[in-house]
Each structure stands twice: as structure tokens, then as C-alpha cells.
């Protein structure tokens, strides 16, 4: 649980310090109010009857791996069938990736390297990866901490898979959720479907990770990527609203005017 509430307050200090390394405190401001209104667009479609609906359904359906014998049959299979040393191994590389404390820093590079280099190909495409992935965060992590403690659920070692409403604080997989949005914001962003469907796959390997370690079960690493998808699918949609509506400088006969331009 620490380590989600850890995430939060990590992104909005990198998000802010940020906006005043990059250009100066005096144009800190504005940049800060473009920063402050793409998380809000970002919050309200999270909180939209669409991604609500969605968000319920998966919650849904980990109510039912967890409090019946579907959680605790696919643990028994993983830790008696599947996991050995290889998978041990493999499992302590990829953990590191539901980190925070190490990877929320890459993705602030990252989008500062988007602000330095705008406008070059790889710069722009690294920067909106960063972007994309911190607003996640920003986005996902709050009703992850409330559902790891509103479903009171436990970990594998310590008590069964069901629900036990603010007995505990494990029922939703904190590394899964991490480990998922840098994969599924890069997913969303490429065009390749080959691409596309490996990072998605890549999006899933620190959540088994955790189930391979005997620390979550199926349905607390399945609902943390969950909850990672429609984070990450929010900010997908607050940049398409952002590209439909473009607002440009416009010479008129009297002086210069503004236009706006929307997609629809």
C-alpha cells in the first residue's frame, strides 16, 4: 500500500519540478495550468459512466475469482506446477518494473526529453510515452489504494483469497498496476500490431510475477493491470480531445485574430 501512496506523491513533485526546469520559473505557471487541466480531463474520464461501468465489471469479476475456489486453484496450479528456478529468476528481473521509486523517474526523463526535442519524430513519440504513463499514475493509483483496502483481501502466505472489507490491504496488486502502464501506454501508441499485441503480453509479466512469487493472487495482479488499462485509456482519449480542437494565431485586415479549429 505505501508504495502506491509513495507513486503519487513521487509523480506530482516530478510533474511540478519539472515544468520549472524546463522552461524557468516565469513560464512555470503556464505550463503548470496545461499540466493541472490534462489530469483533470484525464479524472473525468476515468470517472466517466463509461470507464465507471467497465471499472465495476472488473471489479466484478475478481469478486468472483476471490471468493471462490477459482483464486486459490490457480495458485496452488502456479506454485505446484509452474514455478521453478528459471521462473524465480525471470519473476526478480521483472519485479522491478512494478517499482516506482525506480521507473516514475525514467518516465519524467522522458517526457522531458519530449519538451526538449519537440517536434524531432523520436523525441516527440518518447516524450508523449512519458507523459501518457505519469498522467496514468497520477490517474490509477488512487482507486488502486482504495480498492486494495476497501476489498480486504490478503496475501497468498498470509490468509485465502477472500474478500474481507478493510481487513487488509493487498486486494489489488500495487507492481501489477506499475508494472502495466508503461507497457499498455506504448501498446496504445504503436501501430505495428505485432508490436502492439508484445507489449500488451510484456504488460502482464510484472503482475505474474507476483504470482509466481506466492505475494498476490490471479485476481489482485488481474485487477491491478485492469485498473492500468483504463488509467492509461483515459489519457488516450484526453489527446485526442486535445489534437480535435486546435487553437492558431490569424492574420485578419485590422490586426492578427484567433481561430479554432474543431475535428468532429
Known amino acids: 500500500m505505501k508504495k502506491l501512496e509513495g507513486a503519487i506523491i513521487l509523480v506530482i513533485l516530478l510533474v511540478f519540478s519539472q515544468s520549472i526546469g524546463a522552461e524557468g520559473k516565469r513560464q512555470a505557471s503556464d505550463r503548470t495550468d496545461r499540466i493541472v487541466q490534462a489530469v483533470s480531463q484525464d479524472y473525468r474520464s476515468f470517472y466517466s459512466i463509461k470507464i465507471v461501468q467497465d471499472l465495476a465489471l472488473g471489479i466484478g469479476v475478481a469478486g468472483v475469482l476471490a471468493n471462490t475456489s477459482i483464486d486459490g ?61 505519469l498522467r496514468a499514475i497520477l490517474v490509477g493509483a488512487p482507486p488502486a489504494l482504495f480498492l486494495q483496502n476497501a476489498t480486504g483481501a490478503s496475501r497468498p502466505e498470509e490468509n485465502d483469497s477472500h474478500w474481507r472489507p478493510f481487513n487488509d490491504n493487498n486486494g489489488v496488486s500495487g507492481h501489477s498496476f506499475m508494472g502495466a502502464v508503461p507497457f ?81
Request: net charge negative; with cysteine.
Open 73 to 133: 486453484g490457480i495458485q496452488g496450479w502456479v506454485q505446484g506446477s509452474l514455478r521453478n528456478e528459471d521462473t524465480d529468476e525471470l519473476s526478480e528481473a521483472v519485479k522491478l518494473l512494478g517499482e516506482g521509486a525506480i521507473t516514475i523517474p525514467l518516465y519524467g526523463i522522458a517526457a522531458l526529453v519530449g519538451e526538449v526535442t519537440e517536434g524531432n519524430g523520436w523525441g516527440s513519440t518518447t516524450g508523449e510515452w512519458g507523459r501518457r504513463s
Open 184 to 264: 499498455i501506454a506504448a501498446a496504445k501508441m504503436a501501430e505495428n500490431p505485432y508490436l502492439r499485441y508484445s507489449l500488451y503480453l510484456g504488460s502482464m509479466l510484472c503482475g505474474w510475477s507476483r504470482i509466481n512469487d506466492d505475494r498476490h493472487y490471479f485476481s489482485q495482479a488481474a485487477l491491478g493491470w485492469w485498473i492500468a488499462y483504463l488509467s492509461v485509456s483515459c489519457g488516450e482519449s484526453s489527446e485526442a480531445r486535445e489534437k480535435d480542437l486546435i487553437i492558431r494565431p490569424y492574420p485578419l485586415a485590422g490586426g492578427i485574430g484567433v481561430i479554432a479549429v474543431l475535428s468532429f
